[in-house]
């Protein structure tokens, strides 16, 4: 079993920045695909953002890239989500997601198997 915990989310000003962090625990994540994912009043889950395993490769959603950037230090078992120039539809809960041992980039919130609780970002305008 994994655990993951995601801080780091608030209240922030539209063109501000905030980076949000997802600690897991219970097993070592090294091997793990690495996904954010947000979910907005009324709207469905959508994909954010992953990492591969190995950190050598990255994919996001086409309405934030360029302003997120997804990273980890596998070493403190931890994933980050640095986000700037935040919009207010950046508002929204903010979840990490992990999946074992694959090489490719999984985009869909059904091919994740472990999931945080989530962390609010509310960005105003």
């Known amino acids: 079993q994994v655990q993951l915990v995601e801080s780091g989310g608030g209240l922030v000003q539209a063109g501000g920045s905030l980076r949000l962090s997802c600690a897991a625990s219970g097993r070592t994540i090294s091997n793990y695909l690495m996904g954010w994912f947000r979910q907005a009043p009324g709207k469905e889950r959508e994909f954010v953002a992953a990492?591969?395993?190995?950190?050598?490769?990255?994919s996001y959603a086409d309405s934030v890239k360029g302003r997120f950037t997804i990273s980890r230090d596998n070493a403190k078992n931890t994933v980050y989500l640095q986000m700037i120039s935040l919009k207010p539809e950046d508002t929204a809960v903010y979840y990490c997601?992990?999946?074992?041992?694959?090489?490719?980039?999984?985009?869909?919130?059904?091919?994740?198997?472990?999931w945080g609780q989530g962390t609010q970002v509310t960005v105003s305008s």
């Open positions: 990492i591969t395993w190995s950190g050598k490769m990255t």
């Open positions: 997601a992990a999946d074992l041992g694959t090489y490719s980039i999984f985009r869909m919130a059904y091919q994740y198997e472990y």
